[in-house]
């Protein structure tokens, strides 16, 4: 997916990048990391990964939103709806799993990649939902650099 803004592309890229590196610890590097461990403590790993997961979900979502605004497949007021809102909740917050030793580091370095991401879709959202309809930036993303060319 490429937009023909350069925030977007980047951020997008971003998200992709930190999609497959938890892709790649949960298929190669997490089942080494628990083969040791109790149920319990297999069951806290994944349940820390899920949360790296719904983050990562939420972003994505976030930007392909963005991206339909954007190239005007949906209107600035569908993409406000309640629909399309990110997901605010503690469980996407907390931070307590990052600095757990218990926890293997990777999981821990991802815990906390997709968090300060997460965090500034937040931001971004909030922007987008509270600029004035009216305002002659509507698309709030619309005096962002282009990409190369002002090309998709």
């Not at 992709?16 to 089942?31: C, E, V």
């Amino acid at each position: 997916m490429k937009f023909s803004n350069v925030f977007l592309d980047k951020t997008y890229t971003e998200t992709d990048d930190l999609l497959r590196t938890s892709r790649d610890y949960l298929k190669w590097q997490a089942p080494l990391d628990v083969k040791k461990l109790t149920l319990q403590e297999r069951n806290r790993i994944t349940h820390e990964a899920m949360r790296v997961a719904i983050r990562l979900s939420q972003i994505s979502a976030w930007l392909m939103v963005q991206k339909a605004v954007h190239t005007q497949a949906i209107s600035r007021e569908e993409a406000l709806s309640k629909e399309y809102e990110v997901f605010r909740k503690l469980a996407c917050l907390n931070t307590a799993s990052e600095r757990d030793p218990a926890l293997p580091l990777r999981l821990r370095e991802l815990l906390k990649e997709s968090r300060l991401l997460y965090l500034r879709i937040l931001r971004l959202d909030h922007t987008f939902r509270t600029q004035k309809p009216n305002s002659p930036h509507k698309d709030f993303l619309s005096n962002a650099p282009k990409a190369e060319g002002g090309r998709p």
